[in-house]
């Protein structure tokens, strides 16, 4: 069964500490995403990738950086958390293209981030 | 702007009825998404759509491009069929490169 793992269902960060979020793909995808969801807001994009060492900023990049060394592994970092940062947090991958895929998109089971 | 529409936002129904949740987005789209989210929080992807209509097992999903427009459905409703549906649009071609635009979900309870 192909999956997006995420390496933590909860966490909880002080302020101020740098914390990072893990996402590992077995599917071969080009393509990955972080998103955060806060309610009343749905989904939004921080962060995406299309290949390995390359980054793009989705819409609410501020506060957040990522990393993209090995093609399977997608890490979203938090320099300094803040408590506006709590939230949940999703991971997706995507192959380059769709053509012939039954979902194109694969989600993780999300991380839920609370900064105290 | 990229914009996807959900309706309703929230909907309880008796197990049994016939469900329709609807979905219309502001632009030409590459394919729309139809997500599932339980409580806990992770996403399982339903149907990906450019055209027409699938149907998997008591869900089916229709899509009208010119109406720029698609529902989901469910027949038979069942209370493990409780949960947060999502529909989600991809207005770029060639895969999605750029992510998708998310609606804000419809959560559906379904009372025994």
């Known amino acids: 069964d192909v999956k997006v793992t995420q390496s933590s269902r909860y966490l909880v960060k002080r302020t101020g500490e740098k914390v990072f979020l893990e996402c590992v793909q077995d599917?071969?995808?080009?393509?990955m995403f972080w998103y955060r969801q806060d309610p009343g807001l749905g989904l939004r994009l921080i962060y995406f990738?299309?290949?390995?060492?390359?980054?793009e900023k989705g819409d609410i990049p501020e506060g957040y950086s990522v990393s993209r060394e090995k093609k399977e592994r997608f890490s979203l970092i938090l320099e300094s958390a803040s408590t506006s940062q709590t939230s949940m947090y999703l991971c997706?991958?995507?192959?380059?293209?769709?053509?012939?895929?039954?979902?194109?998109?694969?989600f993780g089971s999300g991380t839920r981030l609370t900064v105290v | 702007k990229n914009e996807v529409e959900q309706s309703p936002q929230n909907l309880t129904a008796q197990e049994g009825e016939f469900i329709t949740i609807n979905c219309s987005y502001s632009?030409?789209?590459?394919?729309l998404h139809w997500l599932q989210q339980h409580p806990g929080g992770g996403i399982v992807s339903l149907f990906m759509?450019?055209?027409g209509k699938k149907k998997h097992g008591r869900l089916i999903a229709t899509i009208n491009i010119q109406e720029k427009h698609s529902s989901l459905h469910i027949t038979a409703s069942h209370p493990r069929d409780s949960a947060v549906y999502i529909c989600?649009?991809?207005?770029?071609?060639?895969?999605?490169?750029?992510?998708?635009?998310f609606g804000k979900g419809t959560h559906l309870i379904i009372q025994p």
């Open positions: 997706a991958s995507s192959p380059r293209s769709a053509r012939g895929a039954l979902y194109g998109y694969t």
């Open positions: 599917m071969d995808h080009e393509n």
């Open positions: 990738s299309y290949d390995v060492k390359m980054k």
């Open positions: 632009v030409g789209i590459s394919a």
């Open positions: 759509l450019s055209s």
């Open positions: 989600a649009a991809d207005f770029h071609s060639g895969g999605g490169a750029d992510g998708l635009t």
